[in-house]
């Protein structure tokens, strides 16, 4: 159906004064319409707002954002204005097709691997860092406003138009029901970096766990649509579904099945963070989870990621289970796992399979989150496919240390044969192998 | 053939629609297994809402067509608390709106059409011990198409296969519910499943202007008894103009005789049709008369007269 803006309609953007075509009406919201349009031979996402939510706060806002810029290049900003007499709305790149939301995760429309799981939840750390880290917040996290490449985890974030300074500039929302903070729901704080690190652990349990984290037996017992005691479930009373000291909200069977069959798999470093940020982190915003600790674990989670060798579906190495000499077993096919062998490189560890990869991120304390280039690739021997061999990609020459104290030098391009207790000096870190 | 009586919404939204029993239902001695129930405006209140559902009919659900009579019931009644307790309160913000909508609607819906069924079926074999779960809502299963109507958005929800489309005062047309890939086999999904939360669609349209001046809801035998989607979304404008030409009661009069045909040379399948229509869009008013009742539901009367002439121009 035709929107407010018809096809082939001419507009203008306000600051570079280029010409825009509009294509065809894609979306439509609350807030507004989204069109396809071309500019200069390009695709571009025009948003476009209904006459009454166009007023002179959103367009100041809006007119801050776009000469702000983008905290990183996954967030989908806004480029440049287009106003008329009737309204105005704001130019954006066009999405690729490969992202998908994480709502259609829930909906099973898509599947997708821990690695790839594991690697969009670090990316949503990752931007959300840089976003706070910049001095805005986000305010508006729910499932449609974040996609995710299923076969990368690469992320983009969508409609940013929410995006303000944080405890200064106005939000024209309040969040999205289940998403908001306990103080938010409850009237009692304006959407901030604080209760977007509420938000945020939200997200990354839905998309790790597939459910929410307070949808357990409270929820089941609201039947008819009933928003106090929504605002119950989420603002007032709030209880995690698996919170160690208070068991009167756990997932029911035939309705939270996802949390109950996906928490079990999680290291218990994961789950810990979890944990925090829904008990004490519901009532004190200083005791949530931060961005940091989300991007370490879940980028140590997806080091110590290994198949099953039976039916290869994939696990995650625990140290806990090694702390407390409980086996890892498969979660699919139940049999009790041997651990492959391990890489330890100062307080990270990371399993060493045939797809294993290291990055500058692992071997230099410098290049934190360097994901580049590999460094380090795991190779199996060509004639004996059970012996694996660490191969050195990089520019440097490395040293190793073997068990019984002799040295060699691995050049680049050249393997080095794993095997329990040799050392690597990679040059500006060294690692020890637990096989 | 199931009918209700239209209800004038003063200032805004008219409701009507039918359910018919397909020719292959009648030929086997089935029931019409489609429900449609419909809620007018409360007072000041300028809202509508329809329901429909399609109960499943198969071997597996040989209690679809109550499944869908609870459908249909408990969609009503929880968009009315809906409106009641997200809208009414603050109606300008359509953003809310539309994400607590998205949030809870679908888990309210199932788990009252749940303990509906649980409820039933207690009533009707209190000897069984069976009680809950899966082996006893699929026993019920059923689709299920809802619209809420107010004078600033319409907001659809939809289970399972079926169409919900809008028509502009310029004749365009278009699904308020993207179409489901997954739907396009025999297989639907089903209110009764143990995916069903997740697999509700909603769509959200703001009104503005003239559009959307009149919605569709109806069952998969209707766009199964077309044979392309075109024609099945002309059928949205040709209602349209035929309240502007002919007026309500020419429509009330002749849906289900309409739909019977409909049914008879296309799908063979049951037929439910509900329409919402803009009041000050179309002159109706002298032909259609104020009631007092607040939701109709529809009641088995059965008829099987054809209406060749307008069936031409609706498929």
């Known amino acids: 159906m035709q929107g407010l803006l018809k096809a082939a309609t001419r507009l ?68 440049d204005l287009v106003v008329s007499s009737e309204s105005f709305g704001y130019v954006m790149p066009w999405r690729d097709k490969r992202f998908v939301s994480i709502a259609d995760l829930l909906k099973r429309r898509v599947s997708s691997s821990f690695q790839t799981l594991t690697t969009a939840g670090y990316e949503l750390a990752h931007n959300f860092y ?8 986000y305010r508006d996290v729910s499932l449609g406003n974040l996609s995710f490449d299923p076969s990368t985890g690469e992320i983009s974030i969508s409609d940013n138009d929410n995006v303000g300074v944080n405890n200064e500039s106005i ?27 509420f938000s945020l652990a939200v997200l990354l349990f839905y998309l790790l766990a597939q459910d929410h984290p307070l949808n357990g037996e409270h ?24 919170d160690p000291n208070n068991n009167t909200n756990r997932p029911v069977v035939g309705i939270h099945d996802n949390a109950i069959a996906f928490w079990p798999v999680y290291p218990q470093s994961l789950r810990d963070l979890f944990t925090r940020s829904f008990t004490d982190g519901l009532f004190n915003p200083r005791r949530r989870v931060i961005e940091n600790e989300w991007r370490d674990e879940l980028l140590h989670d997806r080091d110590t990621i290994f198949n099953c060798p039976q ?41 060493l399979t045939p797809r294993t990869h290291l990055y500058l991120h692992h071997l230099d304390p410098s290049r934190a989150y360097d994901f580049g280039r590999p460094v380090v690739a ?7 496919t059970a012996v694996l061999g660490l191969k050195n990609l990089s520019q440097d020459t490395w040293v190793i240390t073997k068990a019984d104290g002799s040295t060699q030098e691995v050049p680049p391009d050249r393997s080095a044969t794993i095997t329990d207790g040799l050392r690597v000096h990679f040059g500006k870190v060294s690692g020890e192998i637990r096989a | 053939m199931k009918s209700g009586m239209a209800i004038q919404n003063k200032s805004h939204w008219v409701v009507w629609g039918t359910a018919v029993r397909g020719l292959v239902h009648a030929q086997r001695g089935l029931p019409c297994q489609d429900a449609i129930l419909w809620v007018e405006a409360d007072g000041e209140s300028r809202r509508v809402i329809l329901a429909i559902a399609d109960g499943h009919g ?61 409820n039933d079926f207690a009533r009707v074999h209190p000897e069984s011990q069976l009680r809950e779960g899966y082996d006893l809502w699929r026993q019920y299963g059923t689709t299920l198409l809802a619209v809420l109507a107010t004078d600033r958005f319409i907001l659809s929800l939809q289970i399972g ?65 077309f044979v392309e989607e075109a024609g099945f979304l002309q059928a949205a404008q040709d209602y349209l103009r035929r309240l502007r030409e002919h007026g309500a009661a020419y429509l009330q009069s002749h849906l289900a005789v309409w739909l019977e045909e409909t049914s008879r040379r296309g799908s063979g399948d049951d037929i439910t049709v509900g329409l919402i229509w803009r009041a000050n869009t179309v002159d109706y008013a002298s032909e259609t008369s104020e009631t007092e009742a607040t939701a109709h539901a529809g009641t088995l009367e059965g008829s099987d007269s054809p209406a060749d002439r307008v069936r031409s121009s609706t498929t």
């Open chain 1, 311 to 351: 039916c290869q579906a994939t696990s995650f190495y625990d140290i806990e289970k090694m702390r407390t000499s409980t086996p890892h077993t498969c979660w699919h096919c139940h049999q009790v796992l041997g651990v492959p062998p391990r890489l330890r490189v100062g307080k990270r560890v990371v399993v």
């Open chain 1, 378 to 384: 795991i190779v199996q021997h060509p004639r004996q």
């Open chain 1, 12 to 79: 203008r953007t306000e600051f570079a004064q280029v010409p825009l075509e509009v294509e065809n009406l894609v979306d439509a919201g609350g807030e507004g319409e989204v069109y396809r349009v071309s500019m200069q031979g390009n695709q571009y996402a025009l948003k476009w707002y209904y006459p009454e939510t166009a007023h002179r706060e959103r367009l100041s806002a809006l007119k801050y954002l776009i000469q702000r810029g983008a905290p990183s290049e996954r967030f989908v900003w806004p480029l």
């Open chain 2, 161 to 225: 296969d079926g169409d919900i489309v809008l028509a502009a005062e310029d004749e365009q047309t278009d699904r308020a519910v993207p179409r489901d890939s997954r739907l396009m086999g025999v297989e639907t999904t089903s209110i009764s499943s143990d995916r069903a939360i997740a697999d509700f669609r909603i769509g959200f349209n703001v009104v503005i202007g003239l559009r959307p001046v009149l919605v569709m809801a109806s069952t998969d035998g209707y766009f199964n008894s």
């Open chain 1, 130 to 137: 840089q976003l706070h880290a910049a001095g805005l917040c």
């Open chain 1, 219 to 242: 929820e089941a017992r609201i039947h008819a649509f009933d928003l106090p005691a929504m605002k119950r479930l989420y603002g007032y009373e709030p209880v995690f579904i698996f």
């Open chain 2, 58 to 118: 198969s071997e597996r659900s040989p209690f679809s067509e109550r499944g869908a009579q609870i459908a249909v019931a408990v969609a009503t009644r929880t968009l009315a608390q809906f409106h009641r307790e997200a809208v009414v309160s603050d109606p300008r913000n359509l953003v809310q709106v539309k994400r607590t909508a998205e949030s809870h609607l679908p888990a309210v819906l199932v788990a009252e059409w749940r303990k509906g069924v649980q």
């Open chain 1, 171 to 197: 939000a024209f929302v309040g969040g999205t029901p289940g998403f908001m903070a306990p103080e938010v729901v409850r009237g009692d704080a304006q959407p901030s970096t604080d209760t977007d690190l």
